[in-house]
């Protein structure tokens, strides 16, 4: 069974950093995409930033030049290093992983940016 677990959400203050992590399980397959989506109160949930087996990396337009995305294919784990965070950056981080025809979802894990 494919399990996908986030960590490194929490409270930061604007202009301040987080990592999260995303680690996958239960399968030996490769990953091909690997990506995180977040969801404000209210609204849809969208795209952040999504990285492919080869390394290519796609980014939303609000977050480019202040999140990298990176994975670790040897531990089936993929990064979102998040700087200079600012209240609208407040959601809750959901990592999607594509094996074959299918999509997994982690549960999530709520980032909070506030003074």
């Known amino acids: 069974q494919v399990q996908v677990v986030e960590s490194g959400g929490g409270l930061v203050q604007p202009g301040g950093s987080l990592r999260l992590s995303c680690a996958v399980s239960?399968?030996?397959?490769?990953?091909?995409?690997m990506g995180w989506y977040h969801q404000a109160p209210g609204k849809q949930r969208e795209l952040v930033a999504d990285i492919t087996l080869g390394g290519t990396t796609n980014y939303a337009d609000f977050v480019k030049g202040r999140f990298t995305i990176i994975r670790d294919n040897a531990k089936k784990t993929v990064y979102l290093q998040m700087n200079n965070l600012n209240s609208e950056d407040t959601a809750v981080y959901y990592c999607?992983?594509?094996?074959?025809?299918?999509?997994?979802w982690g549960q999530g894990t709520q980032v909070t940016v506030s003074s």
């Open positions: 999607n992983v594509k094996l074959g025809i299918f999509n997994y």
């Open positions: 239960g399968t030996t397959r490769s990953i091909s995409t």
